[in-house]
Antibody
Framework: EVQLVESGGGLVQPGGSLRLSCAASGFIFSSYGMQWVRQAPGKGLEYVAGISGNGGRTYYGNSVKGRFTISRDNSKNTLYLQMGSLRDEDTAVYYC????????????WGQGTLVTVSS | DIQMTQAPSSVSASIGDRVTITCRASRGISTWLAWYQQKPGKAPKVLIYGASALQSGVPSRFSGSGSGTDFTLTISSLQPEDFATYYCQQANSLGTFGPGTKVHI
């Protein structure tokens, strides 16, 4: 059974940093691209970042480019999101999701972890 | 960057109704489009990928169509469990989502 479990969320002050993790199981982790998607309270879904299966290619949404870094450790079956220079508007539930091999849709999602940026 | 729009932003419907949601991309994305359903407090769930392919386990009352810039999600006969918010996402370049369509009673 495919499982994605996020962790690392919490309360952080503006300007601070936080690292999210997503532990994957039930599939060959290195064979799949992964994405982070976030959802601010009461708002829609927003693409944050994506990474290829071997970690060689990374992609970022405009609102986080230069502040966030996506990475993965295939030996630990874990996806990461290093977040820096955090702003109030980064407050959201952050989901990790698996990218399907064909058609590149997000076929499995974690339960999400809440990040709150506030002083 | 590719921008996605959806219409309507919300729709009021009854059990058994046919519901149609449209999604438009700011430039052509062939059929690199997926539809997701999200219920409050839950992660999204994929319904349709490749614009028209039904994800395994998703009821056949859901269908998708379109290519290029214009796409449609149709629920042929609305069921109680279908009241939710629906998002399109393009998979051609990064993964921009549409703003969502809330289906409510």
């Amino acid at each position: 059974e495919v499982q994605l479990v996020e962790s690392g969320g919490g309360l952080v002050q503006p300007g601070g940093s936080l690292r999210l993790s997503c532990a994957a199981s039930g599939f060959i982790f290195s064979s799949y691209g992964m994405q982070w998607v976030r959802q601010a309270p009461g708002k829609g879904l927003e693409y944050v970042a994506g990474i290829s299966g071997n970690g060689g290619r990374t992609y970022y949404g405009n609102s986080v480019k230069g502040r966030f870094t996506i990475s993965r450790d295939n030996s630990k079956n874990t996806l990461y999101l290093q977040m820096g220079s955090l702003r109030d508007e980064d407050t959201a539930v952050y989901y990790c999701a698996r990218v399907a091999v064909w058609w590149l849709h997000l076929d499995y999602w974690g339960q999400g972890t809440l990040v709150t940026v506030s002083s | 960057d590719i921008q996605m729009t959806q219409a309507p932003s919300s729709v009021s419907a009854s059990i058994g109704d046919r519901v149609t949601i449209t999604c438009r991309a700011s430039r052509g994305i062939s059929t690199w489009l997926a539809w997701y359903q999200q219920k409050p407090g839950k992660a999204p769930k994929v319904l349709i990928y490749g614009a028209s392919a039904l994800q395994s386990g998703v009821p056949s009352r859901f269908s998708g169509s379109g290519s290029g810039t214009d796409f449609t999600l149709t629920i042929s006969s609305l069921q109680p469990e279908d009241f939710a918010t629906y998002y399109c996402q393009q998979a051609n370049s990064l993964g921009t989502f549409g703003p969502g369509t809330k289906v409510h009673i």
